[in-house]
């Protein structure tokens, strides 16, 4: 695989991907040696409300998923009263095709750090859980061994941040999860941090007032902290010379994104480009083209979640506005390409067995219609539905998740929002593979 010219930071390798033994991991050494850590000291000199002003002004979003403003995040927590304030690191990444948090972990776990300790001292938080997703064997290993590293720098732990730099003692914890998918969810994480089963919790109270153990709690994505180290550094001004200014009718996509390409391309990979780049443009500049020179003939946009962008949508620009070509939204930015011959009746079967699979089962709607959408699409894929299965799995899909209101997180809207886009987009496909409601199936007696 092969990354760009990395613009958030200089630290990420040009050319990361291979074998483990020749990845080329930036140690507590090498990351100093690279000017790591001095933002940390510049930030423990200033006040830490003023952190958390920069890093609102820069209009930083999420990176994990939401796009939820990080700077207007920070600023719910309540007033210090005393007591432990937590900071969860969201690195569960388990989003099918979705893959920089990986990379940021495997080649620079400092740059992840430094953003945890700014964070910490910003938010007045004294407690870091490092979730990371259970799969995540040999990254768990890297960034395990880069804290070790930076409580023996003195980052972490002993007297205070930078050792006695500031009061602030922060205590940085790895924590794996089990694998499963819900965990992504910020309460669904909270919970597994506890040592409860993994999903997710009613809201309000929202996790900045009572979070992990009932206390107030910061959770953010790798990314999302691997930036906040940037913008205390340069300033947000600096931040907002890259990326896509407001069009008026939303909030603006400010800054660099990690987009990771999978699928029918030349060179799949982790590339490192403005937030709004037309789709296009990532596969042909930076990817090298469509496999085989094939035409496109759609695209999951940030994780399947987020819904697919059709075969009119190439040029598709990618920002947390997305949802204006019919997608819920950007996602994690790492697309799956499809080229022309793709079934996307299998596509939707796949994507459906995925979600019915990871449904942790607290919501009925979720649980029982995530297994009723897979039943249908096998059933059509094979040839043996009708016209009303496809009429049947669109309502199903459409009446499931937060936003009709029946569940609790945000996994069912996640499977209706990909399978109702690509029957949507792709109705053809579909059509072509059910009959008319009024023929009879014939079923052999074997």
């Not at 850590?37 to 209009?59: C, F, H, N």
């Amino acid at each position: 695989m092969a990354m760009t010219e990395p613009v958030l930071t200089r630290r990420i390798p040009t050319a990361p991907w291979g074998k483990a033994k020749d990845r080329k991991l930036i140690t507590y050494k090498k990351y100093v040696k690279s000017g790591g850590y001095e933002t940390l000291e510049k930030a423990l000199a200033m006040d830490p409300g003023k952190i958390v002003e920069m890093v609102r002004d820069s209009q930083l979003r999420g990176r994990g998923g939401a796009g939820f403003p990080c700077g207007v995040k920070w600023g719910f927590l309540p007033e210090i009263d005393g007591g432990r304030r937590y900071l969860a690191v969201n690195c569960d990444e388990a989003e099918p095709g979705t893959f920089k948090d990986r990379i940021l972990c495997d080649f620079d776990p400092h740059l992840i750090l430094e953003g945890i300790a700014i964070t910490c001292w910003a938010c007045q938080l004294d407690t870091a859980f490092f979730f990371i997703r259970g799969e995540y064997h040999h990254q768990a290993k890297t960034v395990q061994a880069a804290i070790d590293e930076a409580y023996k720098a003195g980052i972490f732990g002993g007297k205070g941040l930078m050792k006695g730099a500031c009061d602030l003692k922060v205590e940085c914890y790895l924590h794996r999860g089990a694998g499963a998918y819900v965990c992504g969810e910020e309460t669904g994480l909270l919970e597994a941090v506890e040592g409860k089963r993994g999903w997710p919790r009613v809201k309000p109270p929202f996790p900045a007032v009572s979070g992990l153990f009932g206390r107030p709690t910061i959770v953010n994505n790798v990314e999302t902290l691997a930036c906040v180290g940037p913008i205390v550094e340069k300033g947000a001004d600096w931040f907002k010379t890259m990326g896509k200014a407001s069009d008026g009718k939303g909030p603006p996509s400010f800054g660099p994104k990690l987009m990771g390409v999978s699928g029918h391309v030349n060179r799949p990979g982790l590339y490192e480009v403005d937030l709004g780049i037309p789709l296009s443009t990532l596969v042909e500049e930076h990817c090298g083209g469509m496999r085989g020179g094939k035409g496109f003939k759609g695209a999951i946009a940030g994780g399947v979640s987020m819904g697919i962008l059709g075969p009119d949508q190439f040029d598709a620009e990618m920002d947390f506005d997305i949802g204006r070509y019919d997608v819920m939204g950007l996602g994690t930015a790492c697309p799956t390409i499809f080229d022309e011959d793709t079934d996307m009746v299998a596509v939707a079967r796949n994507i459906a067995r995925f979600f019915k699979n990871e449904s942790c089962g607290q919501c009925t709607p979720c649980r029982e219609g995530a297994q009723w959408i897979y039943k249908l699409l096998c059933r059509i894929e094979a040839g043996e539905g009708t016209s009303k299965d496809l009429d049947l799995l669109l309502e199903i899909a459409g009446s499931m998740g937060i936003m009709p209101g029946t569940t609790i997180c945000g996994l069912a809207d996640g499977n209706n929002w990909a399978v109702r886009t690509i029957v949507n987009k792709y109705r053809s496909e579909f059509e072509a593979r059910v009959r008319p409601a009024s023929v009879p199936v014939t079923v052999s007696a074997t």
